[in-house]
């Protein structure tokens, strides 16, 4: 049985009720994420130990199928998984000295490379013959005696190239040397449900990220525009944005609502669009399509120069707070996942109401005007096929 190690940060900040409930719903939305993409259920048990979730697979330990499900679990967890800081694919031993020495060298003889520096760190929980301390100097005498001469180590306890680290809790030991990071923040699903704006730029996908990563469940609303001469098309960015979502979510099944952004546009007249016009009236929509549900906010981008023009103008009516969460931030500078073959389309670099909203001149629609719109608005719920 292989075994991965899953730390969490904030949540483990809670007090113990509420840690309990987070860690519960970090380790559901794992095994729904991890059923999305293919690694079966029957195979994975996940248990809490020391301030961690393990991930056991269930497979032979050295087999190539293991190796490779390992990595693509690894991969799902940095990833997909909100409220994860890092994980570790570990081996467990036991406490015994002897027992530790022997798998600390036999994984060290794996990946230490020649001309390496090394170190190794240690913690321990419980009562031993031995202190954290002399774990780290005994283990790593085993290390340079059988390893330095021959593959020409040194030892770096300030920066080190490789570090192996062994943490000890009673009667187990789990060595290891690798920590991957993750993305961090809340598990989805502690913090309420938010409506997603998308219209098509970085920014939109971005915010809705940011706020997923802070424990909300998002509910994507997506404002699509059909190809045409005088608007073009916003449909091919927001479709990569939402299998991002999908990604993300930790739901069996995936769904999305689309909203005919053309129609809207038509309405408003491109000479009188702008951003903030745009923001109040895809809110209203938002709101018109949640009905009776509860929503806890809403969240869309904003281009950081037009954003001071933009507050003024935003409606103090809603039932829900709005979130502009890259408001202060620089988009180019957050670790998300929309880098790679992402650009904005329509919204914002080509749309002519980012423009227009820093002209004074323009008569934004009045507010009987935007209720007309927003009621006059076509949506549907999507629910692909594959989930």
Same mark, same amino acid.
Request: with cysteine; proline share 4%; net charge neutral.
């Given at each position: 049985m292989?075994?991965?190690f899953?730390?969490?940060?904030e949540?483990? @900040?809670? *007090?113990?009720p509420?840690?309990r409930r987070?860690?519960?719903r970090?380790?559901t939305?794992?095994k729904?994420?991890?059923?999305k993409k &293919?690694i079966d259920?029957?195979k994975? !048990?996940?248990?809490?130990a020391?301030?961690?979730l393990?991930?056991?697979l269930d497979t032979?330990?050295n087999?190539?199928?293991n190796a *490779?499900i390992?990595q693509k679990i690894?991969?799902?967890? !940095?990833?997909?998984v ?5 994980? *570790?694919?570990?081996i467990?031993?036991?406490s015994?000295?002897?027992e530790i020495?022997?798998t =600390? @060298?036999?994984l060290?003889?794996?990946?230490l490379k020649?001309?390496?520096s090394f ?9 031993h ?9 005994l283990?790593?005498?085993?290390l %340079?005696?059988?390893l330095a001469q ?5 030892v770096n ?5 490789? #570090?192996?680290?062994i943490? /000890?809790?009673d009667e187990?030991a %789990?060595?290891f040397?690798?920590?991957i990071?993750?993305?961090?923040g809340l598990?989805?699903? !502690? ?5 997603s704006?998308?219209?098509g730029s970085?920014e939109d996908a971005?915010? &809705?990220f940011?706020?997923s ?5 998002i509910i994507p609303?997506?404002? /699509?525009?059909k ?5 073009g098309t916003n =449909?091919?960015?927001i479709?990569k944005?939402?299998d991002?979502?999908?990604?993300l979510?930790?739901k069996?099944h995936?769904?999305y609502?689309?909203?005919?952004f053309?129609h ?6 491109l000479d009188?669009?702008?951003?903030? #016009?745009c923001?109040?009236i895809?809110?209203?929509?938002s709101e018109r399509?949640s &009905?009776?549900q509860y929503?806890?906010g809403?969240?869309l ?7 001071l023009?933009?507050?003024p ?8 707070p709005?979130?502009?969460p890259v408001? =202060?931030?620089?988009p !180019?500078?957050?670790?998300h996942?929309?880098?790679e073959n992402?650009?904005s389309?329509f ?6 109401g980012?423009e227009?909203?820093k002209k004074?001149?323009?008569k934004?629609? *009045?507010l ?8 006059s608005?076509?949506f549907?719920l999507?629910?692909p096929?594959k989930?």
């Open positions: 292989s075994e991965i899953v730390r969490f940060g949540l483990g @900040l809670k *007090s113990p509420v840690r987070m860690e519960k970090l380790a939305n794992i729904i994420i991890l059923e &293919g259920d029957a994975i !048990t996940i248990n809490r020391w301030a961690r393990i991930v056991s032979p330990q087999s190539i199928e *490779s390992i690894i991969s799902i967890l !940095t990833q997909n909100a409220g994860i800081t890092s994980v *570790s694919h570990v467990r031993s036991s015994d000295l002897d020495k022997k =600390a @060298l036999n060290a003889k794996e990946n020649p001309g390496n170190a190794v760190r240690a913690r321990r929980l419980g009562k013959d031995y202190s954290s301390q002399d774990l780290e100097r283990v790593g005498e085993v %340079f005696e059988t021959k593959h020409n180590l040194t306890l300030t920066n080190p190239d490789y #570090t192996l680290s943490e /000890v809790k187990d %789990f060595i040397d690798q920590k990071l993750g993305i961090g598990p989805q699903g !502690t913090q309420g449900r938010i409506n704006i998308l219209r970085i971005i915010s &809705g940011l706020m990563k802070r424990g909300s469940n609303i997506a404002f /699509v525009l190809n045409s001469k005088t608007f =449909a091919n960015e479709e944005q939402l991002i979502f999908n990604l979510q930790p069996k995936f769904s609502y689309k909203v005919d053309t809207i546009l038509q309405e408003i007249g009188r669009l702008q951003c903030s #016009t923001d109040k895809c809110i209203a929509i399509i &009905g009776d929503i806890d809403y969240c981008g904003n281009a950081s120069d037009t954003i023009e933009r507050i103008e935003s409606s103090n009516n809603h039932l829900a709005v979130y502009y408001i =202060a931030l620089d !180019t500078k957050i670790s996942p929309f880098k992402f650009i389309e919204c914002l670099s080509d749309c002519p980012y227009n909203q004074k001149e323009i934004p629609p *009045s009987e005007e935007i209720e007309q719109i927003v009621a608005a076509n549907s999507i629910k096929v989930a």
